[in-house]
């Protein structure tokens, strides 16, 4: 198949066309047999995953590493993105970029239906960015305000041509639009009320698959689009899906999950127990899938600007005080790496400095903790201070679940163990965490923080939030968000998040982006623990298990265009 690969800041600078070339996608590692003999259409596929959608199942409002990612079975993006960070061609056959970065020309597909039958063209692609960038519309608060705000306008230049004019450079903006956040939906149904729109249960793609039924927490199907003849170039086939219907089951347990794949009532699981995973990784009868990701680390974020973590010395006999490395590795058997950046060993933009760098030193962060006026202890073995109060951490979170989960719990422990604090745990459902973290009643905050892009990731989690919009602004970039749990605050910080989101210059954003990591860590606004490993275990009869993999984050998507189950 033909590809066109793009690369994102050659092309910013120089304002080329897109560079021809013609290599897949690298796969991950495997372990298991596969089938040998050609992939055949007929039959259903059936998964089980985590978590149910939340959001609801409007494209527009989910994150990028969110159980909203499972749409993309229904919808498209103008381009799309591999494994290495590259663009490749999806609805937009081919596109140009002005030399300031600024103007971004799309030459459109034409032979594009919707399933309602509707034509996709420029006007549609028109209708969608500016339903996005629109602060009326629903999904600006969670999406727009962060990543298409910086959109000034949008052009039809002729049925098939359209410009998109931005208002400063942004790196991440063709990272935005490959994401499902710039899915393409039928113009007809953008038009929908706003419940209808926040549902997204009625909303019409292009994809490879129709949604057929959602069960709200249990299960959602699709059909498939026999019509389907505009797969992206990273795809592994062309024409439409193989299978007949795609059955996605949601299960939060992992052990439950694991049964369900050997007894045979589901075809492939997400997010394999590292106790399940030798069930199925060398085993003939499955195939075992993982693989890293450019997301960020999952972290703890230290409050700043409430109770004994306001203290720079307490932040950092926490970080010292807990081996990182030793939990991550009892509790994921090596299948999860401790973290000790801020950004992902998977990223373009990792400095391998940080390694072994902020390791655990108890007898340090006892010393802290003392010089921080932590001294006394109450008869339960907590610290206490001189007026006798206690040294509690409040840990809020959305409901983990593996690893976090265990993780949190045996963090709490070390703590108490070797530092004599409290943590008190509270998890709630994700649609609550962001009331909490308004009202400023905790000290830690664990997250991955969303984003098609490092800079989107850096500035979600650390860039100054106004307390009234939940966002902050600088230089006509958008920064912080009720997710920024450090509640940082820093204008410097801003300015290097801003000139990275700007930079045109991989190497610029590299050095902007250690800039930030070595204070974030310096200063103990963060804890990285452990890097992003996505799994997947599938029967041994299926077909291009590692198609489930939504590059360049690789979370579990369940996108099932080139999957087969004969």
Known sequence: MHKRIIRLFTTLILGTALIAGCASDPEPGSAGTGPTSPPQEGGTFTIALPSYPERGLNPHYGAPFDASQVLRNSYDSLISEDRNEEFHPWLAKDWTISPDGTVYEFSLREDVTFHNGEKFDASAV?????????????????LGLLQYSSVAGV?????FKVRVT??????????????????????????????????????????????????????????KNPNY?????????????????VVVKYVPDASTRAGLLRSGEVDAIGTVKATDIALFDGAGDFQYEQIG????????????????????????????????????????????????SLISPDSAYYDAKYENTGTADVDSARSLLDEAGWKGTDSDGFRTDDAGRRLTIRLVATTPIYPEDDFLEAWQAELRQNLGVEVELKYVENAQIYDLLARNDYEAFPRQVG??????????????????????????????????????????????????????DREERTRLFDRITGYLLDNAIAIPLYTDRNSVAADSGIHNPTSLFDPPRNSVNAWAYDIAVR
């Not at 249960?201 to 959602?220: C, K, R």
């Open 229 to 245: 003849r505009w797969g992206p170039a990273t795809a592994l086939h062309e024409g439409p899906a193989y299978v007949d219907e």
């Open 451 to 504: 984003g098609l892009d490092l800079s989107l990731q850096f500035n979600r989690a650390y860039g100054s939030t106004s307390p009234d919009l939940k966002y902050g602004q600088v230089d006509g970039i958008t920064i912080g968000s009720i997710v920024a749990g450090s509640k940082l605050a820093d204008p410097e910080v801003d300015r290097w998040l801003v000139a990275a989101t700007k930079a045109t």
């Open 155 to 159: 052009d039809v230049l002729d049925e």
């Open 166 to 223: 931005l208002a400063t450079p942004r790196a991440d903006f063709l990272s935005t639009l490959a994401g499902l956040s710039g899915a393409i939906i039928a113009p007809s149904s953008l038009a929908a009320d706003e419940h209808t729109l926040t549902a997204g249960n009625e909303l019409v793609g292009s994809g490879p698959f129709v949604l057929e039924n959602a069960v709200q927490g249990q299960e959602i199907r699709f059909r």
């Open 126 to 142: 028109k209708a969608n960015i500016d339903s996005l960038r629109d602060p009326q519309s629903p999904s600006w608060t969670t």
């Open 293 to 340: 990701s450019a997301a960020s680390p999952s972290v703890i974020m230290l409050n700043r600007t409430n109770g004994p973590t306001t203290d720079v010395r307490v932040r950092r006999a926490i970080v010292q005080g807990v081996d990182v490395a030793s939990v991550v590795d009892n509790l994921t058997k090596g299948t999860q790496q401790r973290a000790w």
